[in-house]
């Protein structure tokens, strides 16, 4: 069984900083692209961030040079590492692993509200 389970989340003040995780469990983890999504309240989910399974990474616009995407293939895990958080980053943000065949899995979500 596939399971993405994210974690981090939170209330956090214009400015500060989080730092989510990803564990991923049932599948190879090191064979995955990771991606970090999120989707703000009547809007459309988004890209924020993602890494190759070989480490190449690219980063939605509105989040370069304030967030951080990592991987630790031994710890099957995914993180997102944010700074300069703005009340517009306020979201529910999603992992999602993206495989060989098509396979793509997604976490269950965690919020991160960013306000003063």
């Known amino acids: 069984q596939v399971q993405l389970v994210e974690s981090g989340g939170g209330l956090v003040q214009p400015g500060g900083s989080l730092r989510l995780s990803c564990a991923a469990s049932?599948?190879?983890?090191?064979?995955?692209?990771m991606g970090w999504y999120r989707q703000a309240p009547g809007k459309q989910r988004e890209l924020v961030a993602a890494i190759t399974s070989g480490g190449s990474t690219n980063y939605a616009d509105s989040v370069k040079g304030r967030f951080t995407i990592s991987r630790d293939n031994a710890k099957n895990t995914a993180s997102l590492e944010m700074n300069s958080l703005e009340p517009e980053d306020t979201a529910v943000y999603y992992c999602?692993?993206?495989?060989?065949?098509?396979?793509?899995?997604w976490g269950q979500g965690t919020q991160v509200t960013v306000s003063s």
């Open positions: 049932g599948i190879v983890f090191r064979v995955y692209a």
């Open positions: 999602n692993a993206d495989g060989p065949m098509g396979w793509s899995y």
